[in-house]
């Protein structure tokens, strides 16, 4: 849905901007999350509202994954485990709620599996966005990695120095905002309220122009009137 389309009046569309860091590329190996990281939209504003958790994944981190997020051992050790903190990311996003994911298959491949591993309800893929689709559709052949992304957007992404899951979903959350449309939705505005208030507007006038009109100028405009049946212009 675009940002400039209609929603129903008084309806509310809940999107959960989602990311989240791992032990390696592939679940089924048994590689696991260790970073989940939302940010709440809602009819394409942002409202504030963050879920951010640490997991200790029970398991060594490769050398691979801790160069791309930073994230050791020996920090991660000291948070819960996934079982202990599910509760609250399936809380906070909710049933009823979008989500929107850059490489949508990847991060939802994971949280499935943890899911399964724990007997609860996985998550629909019917519901997630994937950003990269969305780019790679509005840009074709055009990179489409979230720094490729924040260039073409002008999205400040200077402090992105590792990979980080609540960092990566605020930087998305703009950039999912500009490829629906940009970052200004008016759904509830009616009528009035879009009207522009002219009275704000400085309005630039000319000066009054005065112009000599001669003897000879008179008598054409007189001849002028004799020809009109009840002009509407008088000597």
């Not at 509760?87 to 990847?106: E, K, M, P, T």
């Not at 924040?150 to 990566?168: P, Q």
């Not at 000066?207 to 008088?234: G, N, Q, Y």
Request: proline content about 4%; glycine content about 6%; aromatic content about 10%.
């Amino acid at each position: 849905m675009a940002a400039n389309g209609c929603l129903g009046k008084g309806f509310t569309l809940r999107q959960i901007v989602l990311d989240t860091e791992t032990t390696g590329f592939r679940f089924s190996d048994g590689d696991k999350i260790v970073e989940i990281g939302c940010v709440e939209l809602e009819n394409f504003l942002p409202t504030g509202n963050t879920f951010h958790q640490y997991i200790n994944p029970k398991r060594a981190m490769p050398q691979e994954a801790f160069k791309v997020h930073g994230l050791s051992d020996q920090f991660l050790e000291k948070f819960p485990i996934i079982n202990d903190i599910i509760d609250d990311f399936l809380n906070f996003i909710r049933d009823d709620s979008v989500l929107v994911i850059h490489n949508a298959q990847f991060d939802m491949g994971f949280l499935n599996a943890e899911l399964k591993a724990l007997g609860r309800t996985q998550i629909s893929m019917s519901r997630a966005i994937d950003t990269v689709k969305l780019a790679r559709e509005k840009f074709p052949g055009a990179p489409a990695s979230l720094d490729a992304l924040c260039r073409r957007f002008k999205v400040d992404n200077s402090g992105r120095e590792f990979h980080g899951a609540l960092l990566d979903a605020e930087l998305l959350s703009e950039i999912y905002l500009e490829l629906v449309g940009g970052r200004q939705p008016d759904f509830e505005l009616s009528d009035n309220e879009r009207t522009l208030d002219t009275k704000k507007k400085k309005v630039m006038t000319r000066a009054p122009r005065s112009f000599k009109i001669t003897e000879k100028d008179k008598m054409a405009h007189k001849k002028f009137l004799s020809k009109l049946k009840s002009p509407i212009w008088f000597d």
